[in-house]
């Protein structure tokens, strides 16, 4: 599920800082399982991942990592209410059919959701857009607009605003570049500067 | 027939037989006081027994898994496609033991063995078995084999409700467990199959009441036809089209009843050939075998309660075409077993070839399940 460059997972450390130890965790559109390779070595979390590419089930497989085939868009109805400590969302918002759905059935299952997705607001893309006229490519959104699996790309001020619509509350916002910097520019204009967002959010 | 036999089968194999003489008492409430199991081993066991694989079968399969028996076989054992030297399931690094359910026509005994109290066969006599029984049988076995631990368990479709069984009645004895292409129990319309499958060989005039080894006879038609819906099950809509179409057997229809299409061909050659190796009680038995499999039922219907104390790691896998056990089924199996937190892996591999699938080589699913037999070869190799 995952369509991000995936030499640069820059949203990945942060989330294995912000896991508590021990935690049970689903990890949606777990791609080739490296997030919870990582949070099952750093974390000793026990989990799921979920994931659609057969491809990335044989890695995941390969990684020693629990691995349920599962379209995102099908919806999580295999999972009962209340069973997660988090579940995670990397780079696979953007991609799903109806994100605001997906966002709730996040919450719906764990006590506490984790979501990355490329920041449409970013300046190249916005200077892209003006000046160029086109549609944006860039490093984290390297894909032409027709053949791109990003069908709801969002700008970090669009997603708050979702979750302001859904009664979700946002704990925590992090903004890096692809190379998992943060900069003075970035905190003080994340949606201008930042290239990938990470939130934590809960249920309010 | 092979000239020479292909370096990645186990070869020629010999079957064996073993016996038991302690009472196994059965769920139906009647009991056997001595029963024979036949099975085949492929593969080396090691010095602690800790690399011992058991494979359980399906509906109208057998011990006989893999390899040859002679060189003039036709065809190898059922799942060559999975069993051998450098295989999925490797016999250069396991001891691979598959047996022939009780009730079976193979060896083990069955409705055809004779009845000591009666001195004639079985037939309609023999007592009904299930999958719990058959679970109780091979645990027995595992005894004797002097194998504590399985490495795994292994079974597609009817072999995969063994594994779940294993799971619930012996847990401290598996430590990895296979289930493809299965459920944890049949649908009202796969019990119906089942139905319509019986009742065309109780139908048969050569079928006298389940006695016809008294008679001489073998209910020929009701078996045939037995088969012949039951492979049509086996097979997806998509599948058929694609191996049949229309296509005719002669260029041109007949206006009668002949075979004129291919698929009709192919169906009675399926079910001729059928009643040449199956008997038809068994086939009664392991058709109710599966209709009775519900072991939830036990756990107030509760599969994850059912499945509470399992330990294995596990892998399920079903078949996108699969309609006579759909993935629906498999992933029944997948929520109970992530409602316990047990280990598991699902894979849902999109194929046109329906429930047959399980049997053959079909690079992803062979891809899948080798990433997680290669789990084992290290746990046995350190």
Redesign the interface.
């Given at each position: 599920m995952s369509t991000f460059n995936n030499k640069v997972r820059p949203d990945l450390q942060t989330i294995c800082e912000w896991i508590k130890p021990g935690s049970?965790v689903l990890d949606l559109g777990c791609g080739d399982g490296t997030l919870l390779a990582m949070l099952k070595k750093e974390r000793d979390v026990?989990g799921?991942g979920l994931e659609i590419e057969?491809s990335n089930?044989?890695k995941?497989?390969?990684a020693?990592?629990?691995?349920?085939?599962?379209d995102l868009n099908a919806g999580l109805s295999?999972?009962?209410d209340n069973?997660f400590s988090y579940v995670i969302m990397t780079q696979a918002l953007q991609a799903v059919e109806r994100p605001d759905r997906l966002l709730n059935d996040m919450l719906r299952i764990g006590s506490e959701g984790i979501v990355t997705f490329p920041n449409f607001g970013h300046i190249r893309s916005r200077l892209q857009l003006f000046f160029g006229g086109h549609m944006p490519v860039t490093k984290t959104l390297p894909s032409k607009w027709f053949n791109t699996q990003n069908i709801h790309l969002c700008t970090l001020q669009d997603f708050e605003t979702l979750c302001a619509d859904n009664k979700i509350k946002i704990v925590q916002r992090t903004v890096v570049d692809h190379n998992h910097r943060s900069s003075f520019l970035m905190k003080l204009f994340p949606n201008l500067f930042g290239e990938v967002a990470i939130y934590r959010i809960q249920r309010k | 027939m092979p000239d020479t036999l292909p370096e990645n089968s186990v070869g020629l194999v010999t079957a064996q037989t073993m016996h038991f003489d302690v009472p196994l008492a059965l769920a139906c409430g009647r009991s056997f006081d001595n029963y024979d199991i036949t099975y085949e081993t492929y593969g080396e066991l090691n010095s602690d027994h800790s690399n011992a694989i058991l494979i359980c079968h399906a509906l109208s399969s057998d011990h006989h898994a893999a390899g040859y028996h002679s060189m003039e076989d036709r065809k190898p054992g059922w799942w060559e496609t999975c069993i051998g030297p450098g295989k999925v399931i490797d016999t250069n690094h396991f001891f691979v033991v598959c047996m022939n359910n009780l009730g079976g026509c193979k060896g083990s005994t069955g409705p055809a063995s004779t009845n000591p109290e009666t001195n004639k066969p079985y037939g309609p006599d023999f007592p009904i078995v299930t999958v719990k029984d058959w679970v109780e049988s091979q645990a027995r076995f595992t005894d004797k084999l002097e194998i504590k631990t399985w490495l795994a368990i292994i079974g597609g479709s009817l072999g995969g409700m063994q594994v779940l069984q294993w799971n619930i009645d012996f847990p401290e004895r598996i430590k990895h467990a296979a289930v493809i292409a299965a459920a944890p129990k049949l649908t009202a319309q796969n019990i119906g199959f089942n139905e319509v499958a019986r009742q065309a060989i109780m139908h048969d005039v050569d079928f006298h009441d389940g006695r016809y080894y008294e008679h001489d006879t073998v209910p020929r038609r009701g078996l045939m036809l037995a088969r012949m819906l039951g492979h049509i099950t086996y097979l997806s809509d998509d599948a058929m089209r694609e191996k049949f179409g229309r296509e005719l057997r002669q260029g041109k229809i007949s206006y009668g009843f002949d075979v004129d299409f291919q698929v009709e061909s192919y169906l009675r050659y399926q079910g001729e050939s059928f009643v040449d190796r199956f008997d038809a009680n068994t086939y009664l038995l392991m058709t109710k075998a599966l209709d009775y499999f519900d072991p939830a039922a036990d756990f107030d219907d509760d599969l994850s309660k059912a499945l509470s104390h399992a330990q294995a790691n596990f892998l399920v896998i079903s078949f996108s075409s699969d309609w006579r056990f759909a993935p629906e089924r498999s992933r029944e199996i997948v929520k109970a077993l992530q409602n316990n937190n047990h280990d598991v892996s699902y894979a849902e591999v999109v194929v046109p070839h329906g429930h047959d699938a399980f049997l053959m080589p079909i690079n992803d699913y062979l891809d899948v399940f080798g990433a997680w037999m290669g789990h084992l070869v290290k746990e046995v190799s350190s």
């Open positions: 049970r026990n799921y057969i089930i044989v995941c497989v390969n020693n990592v629990n691995v349920i085939q599962a295999d999972f009962d069973t | -």
